[in-house]
């Protein structure tokens, strides 16, 4: 057994024995160890914004509070605040004969156990202490392991949770792959994995040796529908927004956008105007989020340069050339390239996005629903019909309609993927349901009458008869 191995087993071996010896934790302690993060995130707020300013080469520190901090705070407020009832026994009916004889039967929810959290680089805080706030709702322990891609956040993350919580109840491991591949291979209750894909079908693989249940959240190239009746300049002004967001470096960003064909020209145009007018210059703004690498640089250059090669019109915003140093970039708009660019297929994750003109709505349809299931979709449009057409012919993890990226900030309705994008939910009661278990409990009425119902061998000779007149449609 390897080092990472070997502290990771460790510390699920100790969570163990405490929550055997503890048993199960009341509303109130679970309450407390919630507080204990919140305060934990408030007293180092300022070096988490520090930190993953300096992994991304540049991330403005207010951003970092109001989608990192603010964002896990929320996520953890809501959860403190709503547990108890989250907690209580739900009572549901008996059948007949039985609900007449005095047996009553509920649902309970239970803690798993420890639940291993593995966050992502583009929101690194936040993907660690949104889906924590439910897991300790619920009662569970947990051992969160940051990205390795954000080096000084996973290591203010670790010196906080190692200072200020006790490891039997929330720890944190660090490295690289190697770690998340020993985490996953132990004998957790549950996994929580935020990332790409591909990574995801690895965790995925290593639980199922296991049998550990996985809550997925992954990506897709969401996309964004336009329709005819749209405001269309309030629609550019969010999408750049959007757009503008983290640099385009989310996992529900707006990947495509599709867009009358009348009037591609004019959103194009509006895109570029309103995206300028919140980043007006990019090199060393430090109102512009950088890209997080190199690796990724290079993946989102080629994804633009090779469309470009295609044929496929590339509009920048700001215009101008890229920047000499540096990894921050322009807003790239890609207008209509071709089926077999590379960016028609593969998620941007970054400050670019592809524009497509479309002549009648089933073509959009179509093209969404050929591809794998998004995290999200987008809807403009004041057509009540055509929204529900795209809501109901459409398959995605969650809708914003009017907007982009705002379902995911609702504390009180879930969020998650669906088939490529993900499965599972965290957020709110969902989140508290995600991880627990729900326990079926029947208890029986004192008095038994399976024996004068002839329900008990030896069956007497009209006892089929007797059950096949129950078999009814």
């Not at 051992?143 to 000084?152: N, T």
């Not at 809807?379 to 009540?384: I, K, L, V």
Request: glycine content about 10%; overall charge negative; some cysteine.
């Amino acid at each position: 057994m390897d080092n990472a191995n070997a502290h990771i087993s460790d510390l699920l071996t100790r969570q163990r024995r405490a929550n055997v010896a503890a048993g199960p934790a009341s509303a109130e302690e679970r309450r407390a160890r919630i507080q204990q993060v919140i305060d934990l995130v408030v007293a180092r707020a300022d070096d988490l914004a520090k930190a993953m300013d300096a992994d991304f080469g540049g991330r403005p520190e207010g951003y970092s509070l109001m989608n990192d901090v603010l964002g896990s705070l929320a996520a953890l407020k809501h959860a403190r605040d709503n547990l108890e009832t989250w907690m209580r026994p739900e009572d549901r009916p008996v059948f007949a004969p039985y609900d007449q004889l005095g047996a009553t039967a509920q649902v309970r929810f239970q803690p798993k156990g420890s639940v291993g959290i593995i966050g992502t680089w583009n929101a690194p805080v936040f993907t660690l202490l949104s889906p924590l706030a439910g897991v300790l709702a619920a009662g569970n322990r947990a051992v969160l392991k940051p990205s390795e891609i954000a080096p000084r956040t996973a290591d203010v993350v670790a010196d906080a949770v190692s200072t200020l919580l006790d490891p039997d109840v929330v720890a944190v491991v660090v490295g690289g792959p190697d770690v998340a591949d020993a985490l996953t291979s132990l004998q957790f209750d549950h996994f929580v994995f935020t990332g790409s894909s591909a990574v995801g079908k690895l965790v995925m693989a290593n639980a199922a040796q296991n049998l550990v249940p996985v809550t997925l959240e992954l990506g897709g190239k969401s996309p964004t529908v336009i329709g005819r009746s749209a405001d269309l300049p309030a629609a550019a002004f969010r999408i750049a927004v959007g757009k503008n967001s983290n640099g385009g470096q989310l996992c529900v960003n707006p990947d495509t956008t599709y867009v009358p064909r009348e009037r591609l020209d004019e959103f194009v145009a509006g895109v570029l105007a309103e995206y300028t007018g919140l980043i007006p210059t990019v090199e060393d703004n430090p109102d512009a989020v950088a890209v997080v690498n190199d690796r990724h640089l290079a993946r989102i250059d080629g994804y633009v340069d090779d469309a470009a090669a295609r044929g496929a019109r590339v509009e920048s915003a700001p215009a101008g050339p890229l920047p000499a140093s540096g990894r921050r970039r322009p807003l790239r708009i890609v207008v209509d390239p071709p089926a077999d660019a590379v960016i028609r297929h593969e998620e941007i994750f970054g400050p670019a996005m592809v524009v497509v003109g479309y002549d009648t709505l089933d073509e959009v349809l179509a093209e969404i629903n050929a591809g794998p299931n998004p995290l999200a979709l987008y809807y403009f449009g004041t057509d009540e019909q055509e929204k529900e057409t795209v809501l109901g012919r459409t398959l995605s993890g969650g809708v914003t309609v009017n907007d982009v990226m705002m379902h995911p900030g609702l504390q009180d309705a879930p969020f998650g993927g669906v088939g490529a994008s993900g499965m599972g939910h965290y957020n709110g009661r969902e989140g508290f349901l995600e991880f627990s278990h729900a326990r079926a409990v029947f208890e029986a009425p004192a008095v038994d009458m399976r024996r004068e119902w002839g329900m008990v061998p030896p069956y007497h000779d009209g006892f089929a008869a007797g059950i096949a007149t129950q078999v009814t449609p």
